[in-house]
Structures are given as structure tokens and as C-alpha cells.
């Protein structure tokens, strides 16, 4: 069975306090790893898709990474408008349906 | 272009009744999922629809649930004799077939069983 664990569950952070969430996964041959935001009474917005170990995507001031058991979601210099639960998720290679961790709910302090 | 939307954005229901939530995805989108949302909860996956192919049942909790597409673009979620359990956020999502975790959201639907 697929599992996708994140921690910690929650971070506070202040403005411009760099940090990194984390990602834990257990999926027979992984198809892609996923990570999404998302905000308050709103659907999970898409950010990035991770493919093999080794790979790297960013987007402003997020940068996602992928190893053989992981991913981080690294957070450089946040803002406030970077508050938001982040999720991920992972599918393996015989499935269309991706298992979801239960998010790390970030709140970045001016 | 539009994104995907869903229909009410809030519901709220006595114990018993049925319910049907709507969901339009993007054009285009062969693939649409459903899931739900409890509060502190992940995603829970309830269906996969795939073009044409017969529907990817596997979440659905109960017999209680059931859903449909028609002509391969808006589905219906049911959901006979709710239950106070059934309260939660109910996410409606689309995507290209080979783009499994690019998936574009709908806005939810919040649905509270009385």
C-alpha cells in the first residue's frame, strides 16, 4: 500500500526565516511525486511534479527536491503571502491515482 | 480559460436526505477525480473517471455513494441517506490522462449533515 507521510504537521515561521518541509513516501515504482498549496476554503493549487532522484524544480521562492525516500519542499525567505497548507503526494507506476499526505500547514509571521 | 467548477459551494443537509454535488471540469480534462476532505484529515480519494473506461470505484466508502459523467465532461456526486459522517469538503479535480498528479482543483464543496 502506498503512503505519504509529511512533517511537521504544522511551521511558524517569521518573515524571511528560511526553512524546509518534509515528505516521506513508500510507493512500488514511483510515477511522480507531487507537490501542491493550498489555501484556506480553496482547492489544492498545483506546483510541482518531481519524477527521479536527483531532480530539482522551483518556482519564486520555493524549491522542491526529490530523493529515493523523500522530498523537501525548501521555503527561502518566505512571506506572508506564502502561508498555506502544502501537500504532496505520490503515485506509483501502475496507478492514475495519486495518495495524498495529510499537508504541513505553514503560517509565515510579518 | 475557465477552471474547474463546482456546484453548491455549500450544502447543508438533514440526516437521511440525499444529496447530488456537481462538478464541471476543464475542457479537455479526460480525467476527473473525486475526494474528500475532512477538517485535520488528507485527501481521501472516492472515484476516478477516465475518458469512456468504466469509473475507478475503489474509494467510495459506502453504497451510499455514487457518481457519474456524462458525455465524458460534467460529473454528479451522490450521496443517498446521508449520514452525519458524510460532513466534510468534497473536491472535484481534472487533468490530462498522462499528467496523473497535475491535477487542477474545483473550489469544493463544503457539505454539513444535520
Known amino acids: 500500500e502506498d503512503q505519504v507521510t509529511q512533517s511537521p504537521e504544522a511551521l511558524r515561521l517569521q518573515e524571511g526565516e528560511s526553512s524546509s518541509l518534509n515528505c516521506s513516501y513508500t510507493v512500488s515504482g514511483l510515477r511522480g511525486l507531487f507537490w501542491y498549496r493550498q489555501d484556506p476554503g480553496k482547492g489544492p493549487e498545483f506546483l510541482f511534479t518531481l519524477y527521479s532522484a536527483g531532480e530539482e524544480k522551483e518556482k519564486e521562492r520555493l524549491k522542491a527536491t526529490l530523493t529515493k525516500k523523500e522530498s523537501f519542499l525548501h521555503i527561502t525567505a518566505p512571506k506572508p503571502e506564502d502561508s498555506a497548507t502544502y501537500l504532496c503526494a505520490a503515485s506509483s507506476g501502475g496507478s492514475y491515482i495519486p495518495t495524498f499526505g495529510r499537508g504541513t500547514s505553514l503560517i509565515v509571521h510579518p | 480559460g475557465a477552471g474547474v467548477s463546482q456546484s453548491p459551494s455549500n450544502k447543508v443537509t438533514e440526516k437521511g436526505k440525499d444529496v447530488e454535488l456537481r462538478c464541471d471540469p476543464i475542457?479537455?480534462?479526460?480525467?476527473l477525480y473525486w475526494y474528500r476532505q475532512s477538517l485535520g484529515q488528507g485527501l481521501e480519494f472516492l472515484i476516478y473517471?477516465?475518458?469512456?473506461?468504466?469509473?475507478?470505484k475503489s474509494g467510495l466508502p459506502s453504497d451510499r455513494f455514487s457518481a457519474e459523467r456524462t458525455g465524458g465532461s460534467v460529473s454528479t456526486l451522490t450521496i443517498q441517506r446521508t449520514q452525519q459522517e458524510d460532513s466534510a469538503v468534497y473536491l472535484c479535480?481534472?487533468?490530462?490522462?498522462?499528467?496523473?498528479?497535475?491535477?487542477?482543483f474545483g473550489p469544493g464543496t463544503r457539505l454539513t449533515v444535520l
Open positions: 479535480a481534472s487533468s490530462y490522462r498522462d499528467r496523473v498528479g497535475e491535477q487542477f
Open positions: 473517471f477516465q475518458g469512456n473506461s468504466a469509473p475507478d
Open positions: 475542457s479537455g480534462h479526460t480525467a
